[in-house]
């Protein structure tokens, strides 16, 4: 089944390659309308579309879509945040 940290883990790969820097450790801080419409099974291809919503202080919202063979599987919102 899809999980919203899949979503996350797209997004801070995203965000690692839009900076210079080396990528920060931050956690999952909300999911927000996040629906799974589809099972995931094991052997499937997975795409993972992320894009920034709104990046904010420490933190950024992102909205992500995953994909099996072009039909939608889940989908929804997170915001990554940077530890204090």
């Not at 089944?1 to 797209?10: C, E, F, N, T, V």
């Not at 080396?22 to 956690?27: E, T, V």
């Not at 999952?28 to 997975?46: E, S």
Request: glycine residues 10%; contains cysteine; charged residues 25%.
């Amino acid at each position: 089944m899809p999980r919203p940290r899949r979503h996350a883990a797209g997004g801070g790969a995203l965000l690692s390659e839009l900076t210079d820097d080396r990528p920060q450790p931050g956690y999952l801080a909300a999911v927000d309308d996040f629906r799974v419409l589809a099972p995931v099974r094991v052997g499937d291809v997975l795409r993972i579309e992320v894009e920034i919503l709104r990046h904010f202080q420490a933190a950024t919202q992102l909205r992500g879509r995953l994909l099996v063979d072009g039909a939608l599987c889940a989908e929804g919102r997170v915001t990554l945040a940077l530890p204090r």
